[in-house]
C-alpha cells in the first residue's frame, strides 16, 4: 500500500490549509504525524477507520479536524486557527488494522507512510 500525501503550502497565521491522503489499497486505522527537523516525530491526529473515533494532541485540539472516505481510501486533516508552532512536514501513517486506544498516538503502530507534505505558517 501506497500513500500519497497533499495540501501543503505557505500559509499565514490564523489562516486555513486542508491536507489529504489517499492510499492505493485497503487499510486500518489512519493518522498524521508531523516533524521539524532536529526533533521526533509528533503524533497530531489519527481516525479509526471502522467507526470513526477520532483522536487528537493537545496541541491541536480545537484547530485541527481529521476526517475519512472510506470508498475513497482518504483520509483529510483540516486546519484552521494555524500558528507558527504548526510549521512541520506533515506525514500521513496507516495501520494494517484497528489500534488499541493507548496506542493511537505511537508511530510504531503503523505500517505505512506517505511522503510528507511541508506546511508553513509565515506572516
Known amino acids: 500500500v501506497q500513500l500519497q500525501a497533499s495540501g501543503g503550502g505557505l500559509v499565514q497565521p490564523g489562516g486555513s490549509l486542508r491536507l489529504s491522503c489517499v492510499a492505493s489499497?485497503?487499510?486500518?486505522?489512519r493518522a498524521w504525524f508531523r516533524q521539524v527537523p532536529g526533533k521526533e516525530r509528533e503524533f497530531v491526529a489519527a481516525?479509526?477507520?471502522?467507526?470513526?473515533?477520532?483522536f487528537y494532541s493537545d496541541s491541536v485540539k480545537g484547530r485541527f479536524f481529521i476526517s475519512g472516505d472510506n470508498a475513497k481510501n482518504t483520509v483529510t486533516l483540516q486546519m484552521i486557527n494555524l500558528k507558527p508552532e504548526d510549521t512541520a512536514v506533515y506525514y500521513c501513517?496507516?495501520?494494517?488494522?484497528?489500534?488499541?486506544?493507548?496506542?493511537?498516538?505511537?508511530?510504531?503502530?503503523?505500517?505505512?507512510w506517505g511522503q510528507g507534505t511541508l506546511v508553513t505558517v509565515s506572516s
Open positions: 501513517a496507516a495501520a494494517t488494522g484497528t489500534l488499541i486506544v493507548s496506542s493511537y498516538s505511537s508511530d510504531l503502530r503503523y505500517t505505512y
Open positions: 481516525i479509526r477507520w471502522n467507526g470513526g473515533r477520532t
Open positions: 489499497g485497503s487499510t486500518g486505522d
